[in-house]
């Protein structure tokens, strides 16, 4: 007696997650791939499993989850609360009608998915994206290059004798609806598209959500009812020059942005100043943030830059902010110049595949 509930004692959280599972597809067998030898003991992956269900509604669908963001086994980490990272991940993609395997290019973006939170400790939260900086599926004609996580719809967050779980689905999307969300917000932009994208299917030959003209329309006005969402930016060519003061001539300072995400960060600067809010720009070296306020003006700083914005002087920098390289100075704006310059995309080798500006 003790034996057995020992035993299940020590499946008790890969129990609770096929359970919630079952209530889907009731006793469907999944196909489920595991992991041979554990990451604590130098495997390669991750996740001790991930299963891949079929589903035919809306379409056909696999309906993948995994399993080890959680504790699947004995009660290990401290917080009470949540089991492990407090999550696991659920990804539907679009099947054809004659699949019978789950292709394994998902299940490796999962596992890669378990790598970056396992070694850097960042979590996933329903509203977050990711840049993939390419195809989600290496090699793939898709326009699909970021990953977006909601809830997932057909899942409620339960409670395990190891703590709380929630299931978030990740989701293909293309850079022109993450520069979207950016400007506004995961959330809303998904749900505009969702008619149109039902439950979140990830379907690699899809178009653009915004080519659709009741989407763009849905998203820019939310965008201007609501402005951005997003605090702060990683900016990769971010730079900053404090300007000389001469004899005959001042120098102005010289913030450097690159012409990949220039547009982006004046769409977002754009929706955090309508909010009143600020925008935190963090580059390799540098900090600078856009405040808000009635004098324009130019604070470099031992650490951080700031940059006070008036209405007018967002609306004149946001207007030039654009994908191409350029030199320019705001005249409301004082003692400092934006250079935008070439941004070079670059393959898994270093080759130079697209030049930005």
């Known amino acids: 007696m003790n034996e057995e509930w020992n035993e299940e004692m020590m499946s008790a959280g890969w129990d609770a997650i096929d359970q919630e599972m079952r209530k889907i597809y009731g006793e469907q067998e999944p196909k489920h791939y595991g992991t041979l030898i554990s990451y604590a003991l130098g495997g390669p992956d991750p996740l001790d499993g991930i299963s891949a269900y079929k589903a035919d509604e809306p379409y056909p669908h696999w309906h993948f989850v995994t399993y080890g963001f959680t504790e699947l086994y004995e009660k290990e980490s401290e917080n009470e609360e949540e089991s492990g990272f407090g999550f696991e991940l659920t990804f539907r993609l679009a099947r054809k009608d004659d699949e019978e ?3 394994a290019w998902a299940l490796n973006l999962l ?4 790598r970056y939170v396992f070694n850097t400790g960042n979590v996933f939260q329903a509203g977050d994206h990711l840049d993939a900086n390419g195809p989600i599926c290496l090699g793939a004609d898709t326009q699909l290059t970021a990953l977006a996580f909601v809830t997932d719809p057909q899942l409620a967050e339960i409670d395990t004798p190891n703590g709380r779980v929630q299931f978030l689905q990740m989701v293909g999307i293309t ?3 993450l520069d979207a969300m950016m400007a506004w917000n995961t959330r809303g932009v998904l749900q505009s598209g969702l008619p149109y994208m039902p439950s979140y299917i990830t379907d690699l030959e899809r178009d653009s959500l915004l080519r659709n ?3 763009s329309d849905a998203v820019q006005k939310g965008m201007e009812q609501e402005g951005s969402n997003t605090a702060y930016l990683f900016v990769s060519q971010l730079g900053f020059e404090p300007g000389k003061k001469g004899f005959l001539k001042n120098t102005p300072s010289t913030l450097r942005l690159g ?3 220039a547009e982006v960060i004046g769409k977002i ?4 100043m309508r909010k009143g809010e600020s925008l935190r720009l963090v580059g390799p070296d540098v ?3 856009f405040e808000p306020g009635d004098k324009p003006e130019c604070i470099p700083g031992e650490d951080v830059i700031r940059v006070v914005i008036d209405d007018a002087t967002t609306s004149a920098l946001t207007k030039q902010l654009l994908p191409k390289e350029s030199s320019f100075e705001i005249p409301s704006l004082k ?3 934006i250079n935008i310059v070439k941004t070079n995309i670059t393959d898994s080798e270093g080759n130079v595949v697209k030049v930005i500006g």
């Open 335 to 337: 003692g400092i110049a």
């Open 287 to 289: 900090h600078v943030v």
């Open 175 to 177: 850079g022109d609806e």
């Open 111 to 114: 596992q890669n998915m378990g």
């Open 269 to 272: 600067l754009r929706g955090r």
């Open 213 to 215: 003209s009741t989407v």
């Open 259 to 261: 012409a990949k995400q």
């Open 101 to 103: 395997e789950p292709p």
